[in-house]
């Protein structure tokens, strides 16, 4: 079992930054894998980004190339999503999920929120224009 929890969402303006974190705590695994989803109103949820724990893998979504960056801290078993160039349309709630795994975490891989196994509650980011 692995609980994740999300934080660091909030009300920013357009342009701003902000940075999420999502703590994993239970029985994690060294092959495995961490993503960040968001879910707009009345939208499907959309990958965002992901890394493996080893942090030898990172998938980004195109939306998000060149101004949010993912990375991890094993030592606090945190995975971080550093977002900065906000833009309105980021405005969503954003889940981590987590996923154990032995193959290599190509982006189509990534980017399947059903692969994941585990997920977090969510934290709102809401990006004023």
């Known amino acids: 079992q692995v609980q994740l929890v999300e934080s660091g969402g909030g009300l920013v303006q357009a342009g701003g930054s902000l940075r999420l974190s999502c703590a994993a705590s239970?029985?994690?695994?060294?092959?495995?894998?961490l993503g960040w989803f968001h879910q707009a109103p009345g939208k499907e949820r959309e990958f965002v980004a992901g890394?493996?724990?080893?942090?030898?893998?990172?998938n980004y979504a195109d939306s998000v190339k060149g101004r949010f960056t993912i990375s991890r801290d094993n030592a606090k078993n945190t995975v971080y999503l550093q977002m900065n160039g906000l833009k309105s349309e980021d405005t969503a709630v954003y889940y981590c999920?987590?996923?154990?795994?032995?193959?290599?975490?190509?982006?189509?891989?990534?980017?399947?929120?059903?692969?994941?196994?585990?997920w977090g509650q969510g934290t709102q980011v809401t990006v004023s224009s």
């Open positions: 239970g029985r994690t695994f060294s092959t495995s894998a």
């Open positions: 999920a987590f996923v154990a795994y032995g193959g290599y975490y190509s982006y189509n891989y990534a980017s399947n929120q059903r692969n994941y196994n585990y």
């Open positions: 890394i493996t724990w080893s942090g030898t893998t990172i």
